[in-house]
Nanobody, 115 residues
Framework: QVRLVESGGGLVQSGGSLRLSCTASGNRDSIYNMGWYRQAPGKARELVATITNGGSTNTADSVKGRFTISRGNAKNMMSLQMNSLKPEDTAVYYC?????????WGQGTQVTVSS
């Protein structure tokens, strides 16, 4: 079992910044890749960014240049630095972990960007 807990969401004005964090507990050594997804009201969940154990990253075109994903040295912590936020970034953001014992999701954290 792996438990993922997100933190750092909130309300911010357009152009502002937020930093999301995700902490993994449990069988942390089973984690391969981690990532952030988001889901806006009435829309499907979409990829924001992913990062491998080796540090390779993949970022959605819609946030490229504005969002940066990173992982801590202990590999069980992951962050998403979000700059130049736009109203269309408003969504629930979910932490995701790909492990050798299955896929896991956090409970989500709300990010709201006001115009």
């Amino acid at each position: 079992q792996v438990r993922l807990v997100e933190s750092g969401g909130g309300l911010v004005q357009s152009g502002g910044s937020l930093r999301l964090s995700c902490t993994a507990s449990g069988n942390r050594d089973s984690i391969y890749n981690m990532g952030w997804y988001r889901q806006a009201p009435g829309k499907a969940r979409e990829l924001v960014a992913t990062i491998t154990n080796g540090g390779s990253t993949n970022t959605a075109d819609s946030v490229k240049g504005r969002f940066t994903i990173s992982r801590g040295n202990a590999k069980n912590m992951m962050s998403l630095q979000m700059n130049s936020l736009k109203p269309e970034d408003t969504a629930v953001y979910y932490c995701y972990a790909d492990t050798n014992i299955g896929d896991y999701w956090g409970q989500g954290t709300q990010v709201t960007v006001s115009s």
